[in-house]
């Protein structure tokens, strides 16, 4: 018996059909350090939102 796919799949699906970018926010990744997606201020590895512009990946 085949599984039906999930309604978010179907709707994530269909936005990345139409150019959305789908995937959950995370860090960038610069050498040794975490880099803020938003204004790519470089952090520790123990960084939980950018000391910058407070943005942190939605968990």
Same mark, same amino acid.
């Given at each position: 018996?085949?599984? !039906?796919?999930? =309604?978010?799949?179907?709707?994530? =699906?269909?936005?990345? /059909?139409?150019?959305?970018?789908?995937?959950?926010?995370?860090?960038? =990744?610069?050498?040794?350090?975490? /880099?803020?997606? =938003?204004?790519? !201020?470089?952090?520790?590895?123990? !960084?939980?939102?950018?000391?910058?512009?407070?943005?942190?990946?939605? !968990?």
């Amino acid at each position: 018996m085949a599984s !039906a796919p999930r =309604e978010d799949d179907v709707f994530d =699906e269909f936005l990345a /059909q139409r150019g959305h970018e789908v995937e959950l926010p995370r860090w960038d =990744e610069s050498y040794n350090k975490k /880099q803020c997606p =938003e204004c790519c !201020a470089l952090h520790d590895r123990s !960084a939980t939102e950018c000391s910058v512009c407070s943005w942190s990946p939605v !968990a």
